[in-house]
T-cell receptor
Framework: AQRVTQPEKLLSVFKGAPVELKCNYS??????LFWYVQYSRQRLQLLLR??SRESIKGFTADLNKGETSFHLKKPFAQEEDSAMYYC??????????FGKGTRLHILP | NAGVTQTPKFRILKIGQSMTLQCTQD?????MYWYRQDPGMGLKLIYY???????DKGEVPNGYNVSRSTTEDFPLRLELAAPSQTSVYFC???????????????FGDGTRLSIL
């Protein structure tokens, strides 16, 4: 079964502390993986994709095929990082599968 | 390109009324999706379409209908509105894998729907 699992519904982190949003996937093959972010009352927008191996707004995510994970990390949380984060997978049929999302709350 | 356009942005319905949420995209994308997002919750897929004339149920299709007569349009119909359908509805589209230059799935701004 093709699945994206985000085990944390809510994650609260103090400003300046490290952030790690967990994402695990189930897929037989080489998936394309992404992180989307949704700020309050806005549309979802792409944050980063694994094939780019880029850092956006200080966030990075490394694909670990052995652990089937694609965790999102940032070394120092900022208040403007508070948002809903979705991990997503694109399968070989071009279908996008989203996780349930994790709400990140940055505490002052 | 306007991207994915949803109308209306807000709507209040009475129980039992019907309405159609419009979604159109001008990127010639094959895939289109409808999601609902309940307050504080994640996305739930209602219906999706892989191309004109083809639609499939998602995770929560009950109470909704869709059609895809053209590549551009993917309207979502509520026939008998119920309070449980109060939510924010997002439409999205995506091209074929490998054709995307910036992101795999483009979202609209959402339609905020309240059923009273």
């Amino acid at each position: 079964a093709q699945r994206v699992t985000q085990p944390e519904k809510l994650l609260s982190v103090f400003k300046g502390a490290p952030v790690e949003l967990k994402c695990n996937y189930s897929y037989s093959g080489s998936p394309e993986l992404f992180w989307y972010v949704q700020y309050s009352r806005q549309r979802l927008q792409l944050l980063l994709r694994h094939i780019s191996r880029e850092s956006i707004k200080g966030f990075t995510a490394d694909l670990n095929k052995g652990e089937t994970s694609f965790h999102l990390k940032k070394p120092f949380a900022q208040e403007e990082d508070s948002a809903m984060y979705y991990c997503a997978l694109m399968n070989r049929d071009d279908k996008i599968i989203f996780g349930k999302g994790t709400r990140l709350h940055i505490l002052p | 390109n306007a991207g994915v356009t949803q109308t209306p942005k807000f709507r209040i319905l009475k129980i039992g009324q019907s309405m159609t949420l419009q979604c159109t995209q001008d990127m010639n994308h094959n895939y289109m999706y409808w999601y609902r997002q309940d307050p504080g919750m994640g996305l739930k897929l209602i219906y999706y379409s892989v191309g004109a004339g083809i639609t499939d149920k998602g995770e929560v299709p009950n109470g909704y209908n869709v059609s895809r007569s053209t590549t551009e349009d993917f309207p979502l119909r509520l026939e008998l509105a119920a309070p449980s359908q109060t939510s924010v509805y997002f439409c999205a589209s995506s091209p074929k894998q490998g054709d995307y230059s910036n992101q795999p799935q483009h979202f609209g701004d959402g339609t905020r729907l309240s059923i009273l």
